[in-house]
């Protein structure tokens, strides 16, 4: 049975949602990235960058033990492995998958997770870098906004794995001070996707762990502080 090291957070789900629509058995390995599970032997054995989520497939390639990181990646082996389901066939589609999922993985992790960080939680509130980083998010929204327009789903006519990474990330916009209504586009796919049973499913994995309340100072070093730059 897969292993899936992971925690709560819009990148765990990615993979939580991708393992239900595929029909996958799998274990969940909580990492509770708060109290500072991250960086543990165990899960530094897996991954050297202490992020989640991380896979192990007990039945890898040449049928041996195969542990991953980076979650599109790991998107992209389950896809793969179970004859190429949820990234299209057809050229076209698939480079356009390909193309979606590299935009949220340079684009829209990194640039809303900078937005929570200085919007949420900084101790410092710095305008430059919450107004720059508000921005860039809005801006985000309008790309996605411009493709959904013209497009049922991120890569065409099929839903694909890049729905599959894009979406947990555009969940909770509100918490962003986004409102969905004004990209509408958007708004109808996010609303289509939050429909699907698997997708429930999926961001319901380890719910029961997710934050809640104001960040400790415990929790904040092991997010953000030394801890996360000590040499191992």
């Known amino acids: 049975m897969l292993e899936v090291w992971s925690w709560p957070t819009p990148n765990g789900h990615k993979v939580h949602i991708a393992l239900e629509e595929l029909g996958l058995d799998y274990k969940v390995t909580p990492v509770n990235i708060g109290a500072g599970d991250q960086f543990k032997p165990e899960f530094l054995k897996i991954t050297p960058n202490h992020r ?3 896979i192990v497939d007990p039945d890898g390639p040449g049928g041996k033990p195969f542990t991953l990181f980076e979650s599109a990646a790991i998107l992209i082996y389950l896809s793969e492995k179970n004859g190429g389901k949820l990234i299209p066939k057809d050229p076209i589609g698939r480079y356009k998958c390909l193309e979606w999922m590299m935009f949220q993985m340079g684009g829209v ?3 809303f997770g900078q937005w929570n ?12 870098a919450i107004e720059r980083y508000t921005s860039e998010v809005k801006r985000l929204h309008r790309v996605l906004e411009h493709r959904l327009a013209e497009s049922h789903w991120l890569a065409g006519d099929e839903y694909s794995m890049a729905d599959i990474i894009t979406f947990p990330w555009i969940r909770g916009a509100e918490q962003r001070n986004i409102d969905l209504a004004d990209y509408p586009s958007v708004k109808r796919w996010h609303d289509e996707m939050a429909a699907r049973p698997a997708v429930q499913r999926g961001v319901a994995v380890l719910a029961d762990k997710s934050w809640r309340g104001p960040i400790t100072d415990a929790e904040r070093e092991n997010y953000f502080g030394a801890t996360q730059f000590a040499a191992r």
């Open 109 to 111: 992790g990194p640039m």
């Open 117 to 128: 960080h200085f919007a949420s939680y900084a101790v410092e509130k710095i305008p430059y």
């Open 52 to 54: 989640i989520p991380a």
